[in-house]
């Protein structure tokens, strides 16, 4: 934690960015960034890459909610909260990943032999499904609405009764997780056959 304090007036700001002040979003981003990142470094297995991750979602959430932001009484507390919770949720995401990887890894050891190309893609589709089952139970609903039912977003959001933004988002997130967790295991994953879905 700094010893100084921020060098602008905190409520003033949050007022400015829940009216959807972009400056005054930057001004934050600017000041709690190198706080957030200090804090949430440690806790990823010295990884960089995934403590900015961490970092640049608590702030895309902040602007999602930056209407809330008015009523905080601390928003570096409600930050590191959030920071919190975005590495329990890692550390959940890690541990499925690991699961589908050992289970994948377990299957090919036993086969002995080369796969063919038909048996390789039925493994992909394999692959992706256990990715899907590791998705939140919200996330996991839209996806199968989308890819499943073939609903349009403007569909999703009127059954779900939420946004076609946060639909379209929800959808992103699935989709980038079955994605890396696919490149992870084959070298290439299923986009192809995703984004479809997503548009």
């Not at 400056?23 to 470094?41: H, I, K």
């Not at 959001?157 to 992870?184: D, P, R």
Request: proline share 4%; net charge neutral; aromatic share 12%.
């Amino acid at each position: 934690m700094q010893n100084s304090g921020p060098v602008f007036d905190e409520k003033v700001l949050l007022e400015r960015v829940a009216s959807g002040d972009s400056n005054a979003y930057s001004q934050l981003y600017t000041y709690y960034t190198p706080l957030l990142y200090r804090f949430v470094y440690p806790f990823t297995d010295a990884s960089k890459e995934q403590a900015e991750e961490i970092v640049q979602e608590v702030f895309l959430k902040i602007w999602i909610r930056r209407e809330t932001l008015t009523s905080l009484k601390s928003f570096e507390a409600y930050t590191f909260k959030m920071a919190k919770h975005q590495l329990i949720d890692a550390r959940k995401r890690e541990q499925c990943f690991q699961k589908i990887i050992g289970q994948l890894e377990h299957q090919e050891e036993s086969k002995g032999s080369p796969l063919e190309n038909n048996l390789i893609y039925s493994e992909y589709l394999t692959s992706a499904e256990m990715a899907i089952d590791c998705l939140t139970p919200q996330r996991k609903k839209i996806f199968d609405m989308r890819t499943q039912q073939n609903m349009s977003i403007d569909e999703i959001s009127g059954s779900l009764n939420i946004s076609k933004s946060a639909v379209k988002k929800q959808l992103y997130e699935a989709i980038l997780f079955i994605k890396q967790h696919l490149h992870y295991h084959t070298g290439w994953p299923l986009l192809y056959v995703l984004i479809p879905f997503f548009l």
